[in-house]
């Protein structure tokens, strides 16, 4: 597996689109730091970007990389070695490339601008984990949807799809279910919905390390309430973590039972 994940690492690293994504993080780093003049506005305005940008990225690169490495891929199979090993190997290599450059890209203007010197280092260090959480998250359902279709157009579509309703979709029918049953407690509601998608936890929780929880009214007093004890954070983690393990596990099932 690790020769696998070597490979698929430096095979994406000469990638020029893992260029690309390094250089528009660190330009972006660095253009935040340039027009705020303020390491905390930085981290709120980049939360936004990252909580939507990272999510599409691995959903991209993990169909793509897919897709393009098919070839290889099958005479990998050919060879006495594992399908799982292959194939975690490979979505492994993408996922830690990509937050890689994730975290390098933010890191080096960050830290050149006096990070570690700051309060606002713990903050930073969440959004960077949630981007990271997401990368791999996002990967995995890629890799999922890869593999279930052999059809490339389709399999574009649907994970473009999946990151649609995940990013934009759920929220605006969350957002509908609170207003129009608004005259009922659904405290327990906005919880549970908020920790079926990894996109809306995972700006909760940096919501709730940056102190502005306020801007989401009363149902940020209730996230502060649960997400903001311990009790609360493990669980956060762990259900982030759950999303990475499940589609890892699906890949494996996946991959043992398809006929290539």
Known sequence: MLKILKYSFFDLSRSLWSYVYFLF??????????????????????????????PLIGTIFGVMYYYDSREFTELLLAQPIKRRTIFIGQYLGVAISLALSLILGLGIPFAAYGLFESAIIWNFFSLLVSGVFLTFIFTALAFNIALSNENKIKGFGLAILLWLFLAVVYDGIFLLILVYFQDYPLDKFALIASVLNPIDLSRILVLLKLDISALLGYTGAVFKQFFGTSQGLIISFGVLALWVVLPVYRIIRISAKKDF
């Open 25 to 54: 993080y660190l330009f972006l780093g660095i253009v935040l730091l340039f027009l705020n003049n303020d390491l905390s506005n930085a981290v709120i305005t980049l939360m936004n970007v990252i909580i939507i940008l990272v």
